[in-house]
């Protein structure tokens, strides 16, 4: 019996993005079937040159460009600008993530291909949107972090705002957004028969994703607040490592006294009721702090977890790695990188392509595939002169 087909297979994705945003909502196209061409300028995506290279890569390119089909193109060369026009009106999804009006300049903008395709859903991934006030401004992780309010919200104990670094927050929550709003488009395109024009920012994808704190905010005054779940609730220092404990009901925080053997904490006035708890969390956590420097925090998560404490230990990236053998939870795949050996590669939560059906997808080099893109293209939409150009090679 044939495998059952994913759920993009059959559609072609023009992938006019660089960075991390727009790439990582066409990612997860590719990770549910769908043909992804990339098209790159001269020397590809300026994400590959990013500062951390490893074994000749940038580990950000990697995440969020596997799968996909490479194509290199100077849009600033006449030729090379006709192939883009005609190779994204092959496609059933443009994506781009230009500064707002470029794509218009080159013929490749919403209004000129919906108009030769009217079933096309086309999405730009913009900071601030084609014509917000804000429109001309550069954006990048950094900035949607701040103007979102989320460095508030995520600030130290004395208060001062703090991005989340490490980690492009911003931009992976807007290539999620961007990912669920073109398959939406697509379900309604194969439901109703009509495209769609979306656009995406970085700033409506952090308002999205904060909008209880947003809610929280408005509702109090313009307080943060404070998210925490019932006190006692932290991270703990112990005899060996960091252990994160987590309780939401006063069952929990019973059950946890009881297997560390503390009761008696409860019995004490100020940590009797959730109330008095939320009061004296300072000195509840206190009382735990104390109790869990006993032990290391592996331990403390193999005696409390089972007991459905949600307790946890503070893993580094080599420990999350390493734990996945005996876990069985099937997070890694390994991709094979071009002079570089094995790497981990994240599996897709929800993509069935890689959950044991096909072998991980690669990795492309910068335009290896102009030869094949170029001869189906020509299969599919003849030009007027079959040779091809130098600049394309």
Known sequence: MSPTPLAMEGLRVFDLTQGIAGPYSTMLMAAHGAEVIKVEPPGGDWIRH?????????????????????????????????????????CDVVVESYRPGVVDRLGLGPERLRQDKPTLVYCSVTGFGRNSRLSDRPVIDHIAQAYSGWMHINADESGTPQRTRNVVLADQITGLYAYQAIASALLRRFRFGTGEQLEVTLAGAMAAFLA?????????????????????????????????????KPADVERLFALLG?????RDARFATPQSRSQNAGALRHELAAVLQSKTAAQWEELLAPQ??????????????????????????????????????????????????????????????????????????????????????
């Open 262 to 266: 503390r009761s008696d904490v409860l």
């Open 308 to 393: 459905g404490v949600m307790a946890c230990e503070a893993r580094d990236i080599p420990h999350f790695l390493a734990s996945q053998g005996g876990d069985g939870l099937d997070l890694i795949e390994t991709l094979a990188l071009p002079d570089a050996g094995p790497c981990p590669l994240v599996r897709i939560p929800g993509a069935s392509s890689w959950q044991g059906r096909r072998t991980p997808t690669r990795f492309p080099q910068v335009g290896e595939d102009i030869q094949h893109i170029l001869d189906d293209l020509e299969a599919i939409a003849p030009s007027a002169s079959t040779a091809t150009d130098n600049s394309l090679s």
């Open 50 to 90: 990013a500062r951390n290279q490893i074994r000749g890569h940038a580990p950000a390119a990697i995440a969020v460009n596997v799968g996909k089909k490479s194509i290199q193109l100077d849009l600033k060369n006449a030729d090379d600008l006709a192939t883009a026009q005609r190779l994204a009106r092959t």
């Open 212 to 248: 209880p704190r947003i809610i929280s905010s408005a509702l109090s005054d313009g307080k943060v607040g404070n998210a925490e779940f019932t006190a006692p609730t932290g991270d703990y220092p112990t005899q060996q490592g960091v252990l994160v404990v987590a309780v939401q």
